[in-house]
């Protein structure tokens, strides 16, 4: 199926405030692995079949594909225009070439980007070298090595192919006109859009899961936000965890580390001291607690986290380490999303924010809910057409069966 919708997730237990792992049975190559329900009409349902013929009858009036669909679309044509058209020539493998080589490989390698094929390594060479690389994702250092190789030799056909699957993730998104405001998290590139009209009115960096714990892709509704929230220490964290480095350090551990203790999960629940819990059999799983961490700086979600409710635990937040915003690789965290900026973020969801000085946690409902996309590209537009990215969760292999079947894999 194109679209799954979640089925709730039953557990003997509270989960915490960690992600749900997405089942090993659901292939995310394409397919949302939630929807809520009243954002259902928006993402759309259909299989994959003919999807090339989406192009021809897409329009940028009300009611077409999302514009980034479009822009994808303009990019496959532009992109067989000139990287599908050129001679299918395969180089062999050997030393790397380098500006100022000769010889067979480098007539070779002029020929498959278009060029006179008597020559040498040559400026000109090198700036299709360097443009090709740009493109397809490579470091465009000139140099033509393993990678570059590797990905001349594959030729156009696997790209293409890419190019589609990217298409099919944004025809999942809103329509034109379906929304007035909504938010698209792209954990391929690592950066949320704040959508207007469909136009992007302001982006930023996040962090995203993993590859080991990689943010799904799904559509939800944001509907209430917590300023100085707490954190549910997840249950199978505190005995593989909490509950180890109590035995070892001492029930002090608790209070460095700003824990308190609870009796139960209900809003009823009581405070317990941490010298009266057997952490021997908390360890075992053969007692359960409630461990959570105050508000304040040291605490996980940061300042304020961002609900929208789903099967799988995923929510927007603060973090009290902006640094990590500053780096390349943002694929860190346990599924959920962490923002760069969650006061302007706040300000564009809310419009008019609400006011956090109590300290406590507080909950505030959004005057109207906001739909939040999660999706996952790894081909972008640009130069020649699109830019390919890397695809850290590898899910481009997954969509390729569901594509193409096994033809195309």
């Given at each position: 199926m194109a679209l799954l919708i979640g089925a709730p997730v039953h557990s003997a237990q509270p989960l915490g405030d960690e992600p749900i792992a997405v089942?090993?049975?659901?292939?995310?190559?394409?397919?949302?692995?939630?929807?809520?329900?009243?954002?259902?009409?928006?993402?759309?349902?259909?299989?994959?079949?003919?999807?090339?013929?989406?192009?021809?009858?897409?329009?940028?009036?009300?009611?077409?594909?999302?514009?980034l669909f479009q822009q994808l679309a303009e990019g496959l044509d532009r992109y067989r225009a000139t990287w599908g058209s050129l001679?299918?020539?395969?180089?062999?493998?050997?030393?790397?070439l380098k500006p100022g080589a000769s010889g067979p490989r480098v007539r070779l390698l002029r020929r498959r980007l278009g060029l006179p094929e008597a020559g040498t390594f040559d400026a000109n060479l090198a700036n299709a070298v360097a443009l090709f690389q740009r493109v397809h994702g490579i470091a465009p250092d000139g140099t033509v090595g393993r990678?570059?190789?590797?990905?001349?030799?594959?030729?156009?056909?696997p790209f293409e192919q890419r190019i589609a699957i990217n298409m099919e993730r944004t025809w999942r998104l809103p329509a034109m006109g379906k929304f007035d405001r909504y938010v698209v998290v792209d954990a391929g590139s690592a950066n949320a859009m704040l959508m207007v009209r469909d136009r992007v009115a302001d982006s930023m960096r996040v962090v995203v899961g993993s590859p080991k714990t990689p943010t799904p892709m799904m559509a939800v509704l944001l509907r209430r936000a917590r300023s100085n929230p707490y954190w549910n220490v997840p249950p199978d964290l505190i005995r593989s965890l909490t509950a180890k480095r109590v035995l070892q350090q001492g029930p002090a551990y608790i209070d460095n580390f700003h824990y308190e203790i609870l009796s139960d999960w209900t809003d009823a629940a009581q405070r317990l001291d941490p010298r009266t819990i057997n952490w021997k059999t908390v360890a075992t799983g053969k007692s359960e607690i409630r461990v959570r961490q105050l508000p304040g700086p040291w605490n996980s979600m940061g300042e304020m986290?961002?609900?929208?409710?789903?099967?799988?635990?995923?929510?927007?937040?603060?973090?009290?380490?902006k640094e990590l915003f500053r780096q390349d690789n943002r694929w860190l965290s346990n599924g959920c999303v962490r923002l760069e900026d969650y006061r302007r973020f706040a300000g564009w969801v809310f419009r008019d924010p609400p006011r956090t000085g109590s300290g406590a946690e507080e909950t505030y409902e959004l005057p109207r809910p906001v739909p939040v996309l999660m999706t996952y590209l790894t081909v972008a537009p640009g130069e020649g057409g699109v830019v390919f990215r890397p695809d850290p969760y590898r899910l481009d292999a997954k969509a390729i069966p569901q594509m193409f079947g096994h033809e195309g894999a």
């Open positions: 089942p090993k049975v659901i292939k995310q190559g394409i397919d949302f692995v939630y929807v809520d329900p009243q954002v259902s009409t928006a993402a759309r349902r259909q299989r994959p079949h003919n999807w090339l013929q989406r192009i021809f009858g897409s329009t940028r009036e009300q009611g077409g594909p999302n514009p001679p299918a020539v395969r180089i062999p493998a050997g030393p790397a990678a570059t190789i590797t990905a001349l030799n594959l030729g156009p056909r986290k961002f609900e929208m409710p789903n099967d799988f635990g995923i929510y927007l937040h603060d973090t009290p380490h």
